[in-house]
């Protein structure tokens, strides 16, 4: 009998396609281009609500009251600076540290600094979501500017998160129109079920490690360009391409040679990604405003070419990237500043996770070699 006549063969899907791995209150993601916040249309959120309100309803399931959206957002405001021994570390980087390195370290070495660390109890994980989605942007933005031996600058609590990012990244408070504009730009990047992220943030804290451990791996997860370090892979891509005429041409090209194309495809979204026309239509804005007309008609032609030859939707990351662009962000910012949004989800997820846990723990399809008795080594030249 092999070791494999033991059991039945379990079921198996490459990729856990199709595989529901757990119920959650927090967000669905319709196949036919929907998304839903604990039931709010993200459409609706993205016009209407700001993100200090949609992390506030993320968290605790309700969309706060004036008092205690007020009193949430003072809270972030409030939970910004970090310790100076994570600001040293992160001088003691190598000078091309990737961003997103960066704040994966950071976040690690932020956890013993909370006094909540290991109490994983309902109100313990709210306050360290508190200061994990204050302190990510922060992270960010000092990296950011430590990296380029700048001086990180101090937080400044009567902005939004949205604007002390700008302010923290550049010593400029922007025009309102740009912090409302990132503002969307973070609602629409808060949460997206259980992407790949924030299911290995789930699987981390099913085994009640503590929120920044889960945090922690979700940061390693998001960098991959087949996840959200899509959206740096996507402006090379456009970069290279330069002009709308060149889009068709290229494609095809890079369909010819079975290249993956960045900021195309998605595992649920079949009839087009929920979040693609609001920031489609940010990007045609800040076209006009910025003078750079060429990015968004790259990204509509490479597009229709796409559907035209392979009926593969575009993804958030493919417009998220032209607009981080002419938003002035440097491209390796682009997955840091999905991070800086997401880890509202991320949290929302562990608590959840934490308050109604069991262990995440699949089987695999065992396919190596059947039962063999051991052999004592040999020596490999036949001696
Ligand atoms: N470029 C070219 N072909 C693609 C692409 C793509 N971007 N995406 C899927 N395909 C092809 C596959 O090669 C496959 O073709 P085949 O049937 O001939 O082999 C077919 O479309 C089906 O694709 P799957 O591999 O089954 O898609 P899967 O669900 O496994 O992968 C993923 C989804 C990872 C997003 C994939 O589409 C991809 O790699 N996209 C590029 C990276 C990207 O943009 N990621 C961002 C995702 S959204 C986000 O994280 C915010």
Redesign the pocket.
Same mark, same amino acid.
């Given at each position: 009998m092999s070791t494999t006549d033991t059991e039945t063969k379990p079921a198996y899907s490459?990729?856990l396609?199709g595989v529901v791995a757990g119920e959650t209150e927090i967000c669905w993601v319709d196949p036919n281009a929907g998304l839903m916040y604990r039931g709010y249309d993200i459409h609706e959120m993205a016009e209407k609500a700001n993100f200090e309100e949609v992390a506030y309803l993320l968290l605790n399931g309700e969309l706060p009251t004036i008092e205690q959206g007020a009193h949430f957002s003072q809270a972030l405001a409030a939970e910004r600076s970090l310790p100076k021994e994570v600001l040293e570390m992160m001088r003691l980087l190598p000078q091309n540290t990737h961003p997103m390195d960066m704040l994966r370290t950071g976040v690690s070495m932020l956890a013993p600094f909370d006094p909540d660390l290991n109490d994983n109890s309902h109100g313990a994980n709210i306050r360290k979501a508190i200061r994990l989605i204050a302190k990510v942007t922060t992270l960010i933005a000092d990296g950011y500017r430590i990296r380029r031996r700048e001086n990180p600058l101090p937080e400044r609590p009567d902005l939004t998160m949205a604007g002390n990012l700008f302010y923290k990244l550049s010593g400029e408070v922007p025009a309102a129109w740009k912090i409302r504009m990132m503002d969307t730009i973070f609602i629409l990047?808060a949460d997206?079920e259980f992407?790949?992220s924030t299911f290995a943030a789930r699987v981390t804290a099913s085994t009640l490690a503590d929120m920044y451990a889960a945090v922690t791996s979700a940061c390693g997860t998001?960098k991959g360009?087949?996840?959200?370090?899509?959206?740096e892979?996507?402006m090379k891509m456009l970069d290279e391409i330069k002009t709308p005429e060149r889009a068709e041409g290229w494609m095809m090209d890079?369909?010819a040679k079975?290249? $993956?194309?960045?900021?195309?495809?998605?595992?649920v979204y079949k009839a087009g990604?929920s979040r693609v026309p609001i920031m489609r239509e940010i990007g045609r804005d800040l076209g006009k405003r910025s003078g750079k007309e060429q990015w968004i008609p790259i990204c509509e032609n490479l597009e229709a070419t796409?559907e035209r030859e $392979?009926k593969?939707c575009a993804?958030?990351?493919?417009y998220a990237a032209p607009v981080f662009t002419m938003l002035e962000f440097a491209p390796e910012l682009n997955t840091p500043i999905?991070a800086a949004s997401r880890v509202a989800g991320w949290c929302a997820h562990v608590v959840e996770q934490q308050d109604n846990n069991r262990l995440i723990r699949p089987r695999s399809l065992y396919t190596g070699p059947a039962a063999r008795p051991y052999k004592a080594a040999a020596s490999s030249n036949g001696a």
């Open positions: 490459p990729g396609a990047y997206h992407n790949a998001l360009p087949l996840h959200g370090g899509a959206n892979e996507s890079a369909l079975k290249a $993956k194309i960045m900021g195309f495809g998605h595992r990604d796409m $392979k593969l993804n958030v990351d493919l999905f």
